[in-house]
């Protein structure tokens, strides 16, 4: 059972370049959230999904978009990246936001922008 | 806005002995939900225990348990008997009943275990 996959685990690029990130889940979950951590900070969100075909924003948007075309797959872009994006970058997912459902977690993408 | 605060950055504790993880929140939801996350060096985010605030009760998941002051919006973890594997990132998270999809992080606490 592999839970949440994030594809790929460790990227560098350079400023002004773009990317996606991918995230996977074979839970049948309907939320999905993208959460960036830095240090001396606890996770802060940046986007999520509600289920198939929706997004929306969360703490930290800015920068970054998000598609959610089959329920099981989360991307994060980023269009033309920063240096002030350099973090790791985590992807979530939960079966429903009703009662004390957890989020389940990937391993996390470290991305570092030169 | 609601907060999470984990005032202590570090701990160390030795092998076998008890450890208590300090979180405080702040909210004006009389409903809601804690959690205990464990982040150990391979990054993956971990469930330790979980908390619903209208349960008086304490949760306990084998080693690990929690004091769950509500008054005082207080949510400590302690870990019995530890143990090596227990060395991780452990963070401190809120999220309200309903309402919103968003939980809330403390800064996290480093644990360290001395064998």
């Known amino acids: 059972n592999a839970g949440v996959t994030q594809t790929p685990k460790f990227r560098v690029l350079k400023t002004g370049q773009s990317m996606t990130l991918l995230c996977a889940q074979d839970m049948n979950h309907e939320y999905m959230y993208w959460y960036r951590q830095d240090p001396g900070m606890g996770l802060r969100l940046i986007h999520y999904?509600?289920?198939?075909?929706?997004?929306a924003k969360g703490e930290v948007p800015d920068g970054y978009n998000v598609s959610r075309l089959k329920k099981q797959n989360f991307l994060l872009g980023l269009e033309s990246a920063a240096p002030s994006q350099t973090s790791v970058y985590f992807c979530?997912?939960?079966?429903?936001?009703?009662?004390?459902?957890?989020?389940?977690f990937g391993d996390g993408t470290r991305l570092s922008i030169l | 806005a609601q907060t999470v605060t984990q005032s202590q950055p570090e701990m160390s504790v030795q092998e076998a002995e008890t450890v208590t993880l300090s979180c405080t929140y702040d909210t004006s939801e009389s409903d809601y939900y804690l959690f205990w996350y464990k982040q150990p060096p391979s990054r993956q985010m971990i469930l330790v225990i979980r908390q619903e605030a209208y349960k008086q009760q304490n949760a306990t998941e084998n080693r690990f348990s929690v004091n769950f002051q509500k008054a005082a919006k207080s949510f400590s973890l302690k870990i019995s008997d530890s143990q090596l594997g227990d060395a991780a990132m452990y963070f401190c998270a809120y999220r309200p009943h309903s309402g919103t999809y968003k939980y809330i992080f403390g800064t996290g606490t480093r644990l360290k275990v001395l064998a």
């Open positions: 999904s509600v289920g198939e075909g929706t997004t």
């Open positions: 979530a997912s939960s079966y429903s936001e009703t009662e004390d459902q957890p989020q389940h």
